[in-house]
């Protein structure tokens, strides 16, 4: 599976961005997919995460700010990301679990929020 996120950039605090992951599989096939980041010095984190029958979670920093969302169609998944704060800063990450031993991870995109 190859992955190809794109949408990161600059924002203002309590701007909005949506970042996008293309997959090149047919997302109704993969088990879960999902949004990770990670800051400088910090580790790698869930931030939203999406299964074959569209249940949801999320992170408690970005609950009712942030919602995953896919489009079937176009074997896309979305990061919409509201009310952002300096804290969301990070490089963003999507990935792809096919079976419970593979695990996928597109690109990074970086996500900066600054005045």
């Known amino acids: 599976v190859q992955l190809q996120a794109s949408g990161g950039g600059l924002v203002q605090p309590g701007g909005s961005l949506r970042l996008s992951c293309a997959s090149s599989r047919n997302i109704f096939s993969i088990i879960s997919m999902g949004w990770y980041r990670q800051a400088p010095g910090k580790q790698r984190e869930l931030v939203a995460g999406?299964?074959?029958?569209?249940?949801?979670n999320y992170a408690d920093s970005v609950k009712g700010r942030f919602t995953i969302s896919r489009d079937i169609a176009k074997n896309t998944v979305y990061l919409q990301m509201n009310s952002l704060k300096p804290e969301d800063t990070a490089v963003y990450y999507c990935n792809a679990r096919t079976t419970v031993f593979d695990n996928y991870w597109g690109q990074g995109t970086l996500v900066t929020v600054s005045s």
């Open positions: 999406i299964t074959r029958g569209s249940s949801t």
